[in-house]
C-alpha cells in the first residue's frame, strides 16, 4: 500500500453549520491526517476553473454559486490509499444512497448541498491542491 495525499474540501453548507471539528473527527478516524488546513473564501473565477470539468454541465453556474456562497475549509490527508480512502468516507454524493457513517449520510443537507469534496484520482489530486496550498504550506 503506498502513502498519498488527496485534497479535501469542507463545503459552505459545512462550514456555515460549525462541522469542521466533527468532519475532521470521521477524517481523522479512518485513519487519515490532516497535513495542511486552512479557511478561505473561494472566488467565482477559482470556482470556475476549480469546477471546469462540468461547465457544460447545467449544474455548473448553480455549483460555482453554492461555492462561494460562504467559507470553506481546504484540507490536504494523507494516509494508505487516501484518495479511494476519503471517498470511501465521504460516502455517495447523494447522502440518501450514501453508507451509514459517512460524512454525507450524517452531515449532508442534499446532493448539492453534500458537505464536503474530494479528488477522484492522484493527477487530480495534485492539481487541486496545488491550486490552494503552496508547498510550504503543507506539514507532513
Known amino acids: 500500500m503506498a ?42 473565477k477559482q ?3 476549480f469546477y471546469s470539468v462540468h461547465r457544460e454541465r447545467p449544474f455548473f453556474r448553480e455549483l460555482v454559486d453554492f461555492m462561494v456562497s ?5 484540507q490536504v490527508l494523507e494516509g494508505e490509499n487516501a484518495i479511494a480512502k476519503y471517498r470511501e468516507v465521504m460516502g455517495a ?7 451509514p457513517g459517512t460524512i454525507r449520510k450524517v ?9 464536503v ?3 477522484d484520482a492522484a493527477e ?3 492539481r487541486e491542491i496545488a491550486q490552494f496550498f ?6 507532513g
Open 70 to 74: 460562504g467559507p470553506v475549509v481546504v
Open 47 to 49: 470556482a470556475e476553473q
Open 93 to 99: 454524493t447523494d447522502p440518501a444512497k450514501a453508507a
Open 3 to 44: 502513502v498519498e495525499r488527496t485534497f479535501s474540501i469542507l463545503k459552505p453548507d459545512a462550514t456555515a453549520r460549525n462541522l469542521t471539528g466533527a468532519i475532521n473527527a470521521i477524517i481523522e478516524q479512518a485513519g487519515l491526517r490532516i497535513v495542511a488546513q486552512k479557511r478561505v473564501q473561494i472566488t467565482r
Open 117 to 119: 469534496h474530494g479528488s
Open 134 to 139: 503552496s508547498e510550504n504550506e503543507i506539514v
Open 107 to 115: 452531515h449532508a443537507k442534499s446532493i448539492g448541498e453534500n458537505s
Open 124 to 126: 487530480t489530486a495534485a
